[in-house]
């Protein structure tokens, strides 16, 4: 019989219920010696004692094992990306900053969710890689005060909006240059629930830190990719959607250059 102390709880959880009394604690000491010499007598491995256990009963513990490590290896294609638990995502989800005064919610599964170890972001984290998912801004619901955006520079020299909070400066997305205002990085360790979206993809692994181990599941790239090669046929339908406004932003900023170097003269 298994001794109660490892039985479920019975009789509630009542948070006002006193300890349990020295007779009560003699006596489940009692139950586990009883039971494991049941099991010593048995030839059973020692679940609760000392001892080593029986290859058989090593290889039965490893097969469940083996098996949840390659149910958490799955990935469903980019832009459409698997919880490693059990419980599918249910959008929206929402994010913030540390304060909690800065809050946003992603309406949608966001378009890939880059890992990238660039020294670049290394260096802008803080950490060994920078973890962001991309997604249309329209898609990005502002809950809470207004971010502050701060320019910074970046690897292409183009630079970047940093979106922080404006009380813990707590970064939460970023816009790059290619697409402007028309996107969000979300960094992704600012959701509530921030392993709700694993990488779809690894970039600039050629930076990696050494000790950084990567899964032969997740699409890798010492550099930069081809999204025609790895995007989701729905992701990129929704980015051939956001293309004409992006051209648009890209050629608005060429020309709004164009007419301050022929206002200062060319040197």
């Not at 019989?1 to 019975?10: D, V, Y």
């Not at 290394?122 to 890689?129: D, K, L, N």
């Not at 005060?145 to 320019?151: A, K, R, S, W």
């Not at 909006?161 to 970064?171: D, F, H, W």
Request: glycine share 8%; charged share 25%.
């Amino acid at each position: 019989m298994t001794p109660s102390l490892f039985l479920p709880e019975t009789r509630g959880h009542d948070s006002a219920r006193s300890l349990p009394s020295t007779r009560e604690r003699l006596h489940l000491v009692y139950e586990f010696a009883s039971y494991n010499k049941t099991l010593q007598r048995s030839g059973t491995h020692k679940v609760l004692g000392r001892g080593r256990p029986s290859r058989e009963r090593t290889r039965a513990l490893a097969r469940p094992r083996a098996e949840m490590s390659a149910r958490r290896r799955r990935t469903l294609p980019l832009g459409g990306t698997e919880n490693l638990m059990q419980t599918p995502i249910q959008f929206p989800i929402e994010g913030g900053c540390g304060c909690k005064a800065v809050r946003y919610r992603l309406i949608s599964a966001p378009l890939v969710v880059h890992c990238c170890h660039c020294r670049w972001c290394q260096r802008e984290s803080g950490a060994s890689f920078a973890l962001n998912a991309m997604i249309e801004a329209e898609r990005v619901v502002d809950l809470g005060y207004e971010v502050q955006i701060v320019d910074t520079p970046s690897n292409s020299g183009k630079g970047q909006k940093i979106a922080r909070c404006s009380r813990c400066e707590v970064a939460v997305w970023s816009h790059y240059a290619g697409s402007g205002p028309l996107t969000k990085f979300v960094r992704v360790g600012t959701l509530d629930e921030p392993d709700a979206l694993p990488p779809d993809i690894h970039i600039f692994t050629s930076t990696k830190q050494p000790w950084v181990l990567l899964s032969d599941a997740t699409p890798a790239f010492a550099e930069y990719y081809d999204r025609k090669t790895v995007w989701s046929a729905q992701s990129l339908g929704r980015f051939e959607q956001l293309r004409p406004l992006i051209e648009a932003y890209r050629a608005g900023v060429h020309g709004a250059a164009q007419q301050i170097v022929a206002a200062i003269g060319d040197p």
